[in-house]
């Protein structure tokens, strides 16, 4: 079993642009949520998908999206790149009593 | 905002058990408490869970109290590899989870 696996690793985008973030849970879940964790502080909550549709959602503007697709996995997609969305962006999947988070993808924006 | 509070720091010898606190006073009914651990920039992983009784697995034990209202996470024999940013989270899987600063475990030699 592969866990929750995250791509990519790493990425290195310039203000303004837009990045997607992709996910894949572990097998048997099929929810997923993304976080935030900036540098030094605990991960932040954006959102949550379940079947295929958006569940809950975090204090993130609007240029924060998501989509899940029909095999549970998920993207985060990031508009109008600021600085401050340089953060590690964490994947977490989970069925009903668990929850295990991918290694996430550090985004330095420039 | 978190639900919970745990101490900033910790630390423990190598070979002694290491006991992790939390308060959780306005946990709820249904709500389970999750203990979490974080190594410098890697993603959270997953430590154990429960809801009203101890539990123990292979990694730790969770002692919560009867009133629920706090928690001590215990890892039986600390090793160098146990250091790390211990996170105490209260909820469920179905709602979000609240992080807080989390308790920064140095374990020394």
């Known amino acids: 079993d592969a866990g929750v696996t995250q791509s990519p690793t790493h990425l290195i985008k310039t203000r303004g642009q837009q990045v997607t973030l992709r996910c894949s849970p572990k097998s048997g879940h099929d929810t997923v949520s993304w976080y935030q964790q900036a540098l030094g502080q605990g991960p932040q909550f954006i959102f949550q998908?379940?079947?295929?549709?958006?569940?809950q959602r975090g204090n993130f503007p609007d240029r924060f999206s998501g989509h899940q697709f029909p095999n549970y996995s998920s993207e985060l997609n990031v508009n109008a790149l600021l600085l401050g969305d340089s953060a590690l962006y964490l994947c977490?999947?989970?069925?009903?009593?668990?929850?295990?988070f991918g290694p996430g993808t550090r985004l330095t924006v420039t | 905002d978190a639900k919970t509070t745990q101490p900033p720091s910790m630390d423990c010898a190598e070979g002694r058990a290491a006991n992790l606190p939390c308060n959780h006073s306005?946990?709820?009914?249904?709500?389970?408490v999750y203990w979490y651990r974080q190594i410098h920039s890697q993603g959270p992983q997953y430590i154990i869970h429960?809801?009203?009784n101890n539990e123990t697995n292979e990694m730790a034990s969770l002692i919560i109290t009867e009133d629920r209202k706090s928690s001590t996470l215990i890892l039986p024999h600390a090793t160098l590899r146990d250091t790390a940013v211990y996170y105490c989270?209260?909820?469920?899987?179905?709602?979000?989870?609240?992080f807080g600063t989390g308790t920064s475990l140095t374990v020394i030699p």
């Open positions: 429960g809801l009203k």
């Open positions: 989270i209260v909820g469920y899987t179905g709602n979000q989870f609240y």
């Open positions: 977490a999947s989970s069925s009903i009593r668990e929850q295990y």
């Open positions: 998908y379940y079947e295929e549709e958006e569940r």
């Open positions: 306005t946990i709820s009914g249904n709500e389970y």
